[in-house]
């Protein structure tokens, strides 16, 4: 695998009326082909929320899963704004840019920031320590994560409907 280095190539997902961020590490190599959010295969990522929220998502074009997540409050986006990596391994993250994660907050009503995995977390609680109190770790989706079963996913993720 080589080395990469990443600069966001796409937005967050957030409006003013957004009530909770779900928040990645850093986009994936099929994330960045595709131009949104959690877009490998294997990730369950988009069948978790479809559960949770009863919401077709995971089949659904990418323009029809953003309007789900703004009417139903929810905003996405990465904890890394920039950072060298290899393949899409977190654990092979390294030369961190932070994303400005209280500029993004500006102006929207989110009340709890979900961290979609350990990397995710670990780097936005380093950088933005201010942020803590409203941050809950939640297992990653990713199919690397192959001790939590689908349900058990679920099961850890419906803290969210607490929230919207």
Same mark, same amino acid.
Do not use: G, H
């Given at each position: 695998m080589q080395n990469r280095h990443v600069k966001h190539p796409f937005g967050p997902v957030i409006t003013p009326q957004a009530r909770i961020l779900i928040l990645g590490s850093v986009p994936s190599l099929k994330s960045v082909e595709f131009g949104f959010y959690y877009m490998h295969p294997q990730n369950r990522?988009?069948?978790v929320l479809e @559960?949770? %929220?009863g919401e077709e998502l995971y089949s659904a074009p990418i323009s029809t899963r953003a309007a789900i997540l703004d009417r139903r409050g929810v905003a996405l986006y990465? !904890?890394?704004?920039e950072c060298d990596i290899t393949g899409s391994s977190d654990s092979? #993250?390294?030369s961190v840019i932070p994303a400005d994660l209280p500029? %993004? %907050? @500006?102006g929207t009503k989110i009340a709890r920031i979900f961290c979609n995995g350990n990397a995710s977390y670990l780097y936005?609680? @380093?950088y933005h320590p201010e942020l803590s109190e409203k941050m809950i770790k939640l297992? !990653?989706?990713s199919p690397a994560n192959a001790a939590y079963s689908f349900d058990r996913l679920c099961d850890e993720?419906?803290? #969210? %409907?607490n929230w919207l």
């Open positions: 990522f988009w069948k @559960k949770l %929220l990465d !904890s890394v704004e092979a #993250i390294s500029a %993004l %907050l @500006k936005a609680v @380093k297992p !990653s989706t993720w419906r803290e #969210i %409907l």
